[in-house]
């Protein structure tokens, strides 16, 4: 089995992303699964690229993209993405769409191929906090999420896909008072959990 793992670089300001330090920390292999990562850039022109090119690579049996999701005190898999690009700050090229379709020729929503419910259970029995979001906004993180969903529906029908949230890690938020985090460690079990869940081991 093997799980093509996204994570998106650092954007809005931000030193860090907590989505792409989890994915480095975790193996390249756990259990029998066997684990490809790429990082993606947050961009809407940019994203999907590097994602479409390790599918056709590598053939693998599903795909979890991995984004933050600053203010959530939760790992949150996404059950639906939209075809909108909306943006409430330019992406890291300075693009900031507004009302724009995703794929002008594509539904208006997909949902999340990846057994969502059973991937926030997972993480809950490892001890950390999760939920199933129906809502993954309208910046890059759906963007990727829609884009790589369309592509596989056209192009790779048997590999199944889906996107995941991580809350701020607990240095992202010194200067945010009130605002909610997730230690790293928590988050790179959390994941793990989500990973197995994914193949139900």
Known sequence: MKL?????????????????????????RVGDIGIVKVTVPVT???CLAPVAEA???????????LGQAGGRSAITPERVAVN???????????????????????PAAYFATLPVKAMAA?????????????????????????????????????????FMHMPYAPEQVRDKPGTPSMPLEDM?????????????A
């Open 4 to 28: 093509l793992l996204t994570a998106f670089e650092p954007f809005g300001g931000e030193s860090m992303n907590p989505a792409l330090e989890a994915m480095k920390r975790l193996p390249d």
């Open 44 to 46: 809407f022109a940019g």
């Open 55 to 65: 599918v056709g690579r590598e053939a693998p049996d599903a795909v979890l993209c």
């Open 84 to 106: 909108l690009d909306d943006a409430r700050m330019p992406d890291n090229a300075g693009d900031a769409p507004v009302d724009r379709p995703v794929a002008p020729e594509g």
């Open 122 to 162: 997972a993480i809950r029995d490892a001890g950390v906090e999760a939920a199933v979001s129906y809502t993954a906004g309208t910046f890059v993180c759906n963007h990727l999420m829609y884009a790589l969903l369309h592509l596989l529906a056209e192009r790779y029908p048997g590999v199944r896909a889906g």
């Open 188 to 200: 790179v079990r959390g994941l793990t959990a989500a990973v197995e869940a994914i193949f139900g």
